[in-house]
Nanobody, 115 residues
């Protein structure tokens, strides 16, 4: 089983920032689209952002201009910088690595936006 190790998250006030990181095995990281998804209470899991092997990012409309996804190839790490968080951003955030015939998930990290 491929293990994606997430870190970051926590509690932040509305308008604040959180940073998430995910370390993947080197062989998986090198060939996968890496991404972040989230699942809010009572809702389905949804895409937040992805980044291709070549480093091209893509974002859900609801985070454009506020979130930044990035890769550190030397550390096999994908990061998600979340700025301007809203109360609706309270969710469990999951790291994902995806290829043509596979997809792996991290265990998820809680991010809570509350005053």
């Amino acid at each position: 089983q491929v293990r994606l190790v997430e870190s970051g998250g926590g509690l932040v006030q509305p308008g604040g920032s959180l940073r998430l990181s995910c370390v993947a095995p080197a062989d998986i990281f090198a060939i996968s689209i890496m991404g972040w998804y989230r699942q809010a209470p009572g809702k389905e899991r949804e895409l937040v952002a992805t980044v291709t092997v070549g480093g091209r990012p893509d974002y859900a409309d609801f985070v454009k201009g506020r979130f930044t996804i990035s890769k550190d190839n030397a550390k096999n790490t994908v990061n998600l910088q979340m700025n301007g968080l809203k109360p609706g951003g309270t969710a469990v955030y999951y790291c994902n690595s995806m290829g043509r015939d596979y997809g792996f998930w991290g265990r998820g990290n809680q991010g809570t936006v509350s005053s």
